[in-house]
């Protein structure tokens, strides 16, 4: 064997090492946001709404105390504060318009699938910027099936991309060479990238507040229950509250 076909089977080698590796950092990635996406609809749902009807019910009492005293412009802010709060409370817990599907369960067949298609259609395995056109636009269909669950409709692209012209290649040692260190080049930026991505997830509040809740969970605790409860009870207290606000406008 020729050296340059040694240092071709070596970088091949390595290409190949790198493309594993992307592989699971680009599936940690999208399972990380998808799993995250889950427990924001789930966190919305068991307590978020609550604390949407709070503050509904808070800007409900500020209202009836500005209208105690009509020439007090504190009150008068206070309640338009609390008004506003209370919208967005509604809009962040989705409350103020039709409930979104919960987002899909991430199976391992699913994540197998998109790694598969990770690997074989990157856009970082484009050697051309057509190529890298187009396989922008597959991966972009690949993100949307995986975030849907539609393992079906990856697996489809998958046997696509197999079957288009434009994947067989045929070139020789040298130029095989060029290729397959211009590759490894743009497997370790995006690897890099792919951690910094993860890494900054990691960071945000959603994220620190899901491990939070799971950890305990795992503990066979129910935070997310327990503060429920809670907020249930504060809720009651609003209600009697604003009743009790409400009697002084009639006596």
């Known amino acids: 064997m020729l050296p340059e076909e040694q240092e071709l089977n070596r970088l091949e080698a390595e290409q190949a090492e790198l ?11 999208e399972t990380n946001k998808a799993e995250t996406a889950r427990f924001q609809y789930r966190y919305y749902q068991t307590v978020g709404r609550l604390y949407a009807e709070i503050d509904a019910m808070d800007a409900q009492i500020e209202r009836v105390r500005a209208g105690l005293t009509p020439e007090d412009e504190t009150a008068k802010a206070q309640a338009e504060a609390a008004e506003q709060k209370a919208k967005e409370s509604a809009e962040e817990a989705g409350l103020s318009e039709k409930q979104p ?10 994540k197998q699938a998109y790694r598969q298609a990770a690997k074989l259609m990157h856009p970082d395995r484009a050697t051309t910027e057509k190529e890298r056109d187009r396989r922008n636009k597959l991966m972009a269909q690949v993100n949307i099936a995986y975030k849907t669950g539609d393992q079906h409709a990856i697996e489809k692209l998958i046997i696509e991309f197999g079957q288009d012209p434009e994947a067989i290649t045929g070139e020789d040692v040298a130029a095989r060479l060029v290729k397959t260190i211009r590759r ?13 991505e993860l890494e900054a997830q990691e960071q945000t ?7 939070t809740v799971e950890e305990t969970e795992d503990l066979g605790g129910d935070p997310l229950g327990d503060l429920a409860m809670e907020l249930m009870r504060e809720l009651s207290e609003r209600k009697i509250l604003l ?3 409400r009697q002084k406008i009639i006596l």
């Open 184 to 196: 490894i080049a743009q497997l370790r930026r995006r690897l890099n990238e792919a951690r910094q």
């Open 19 to 29: 493309e594993e590796q992307v592989a699971s950092a680009e599936l940690a990635l």
């Open 205 to 211: 509040e959603i994220f620190q507040l899901r491990k």
């Open 243 to 245: 009743e009790m606000e």
């Open 101 to 110: 599907a919960p987002p899909p369960i991430i199976t391992p067949e699913l």
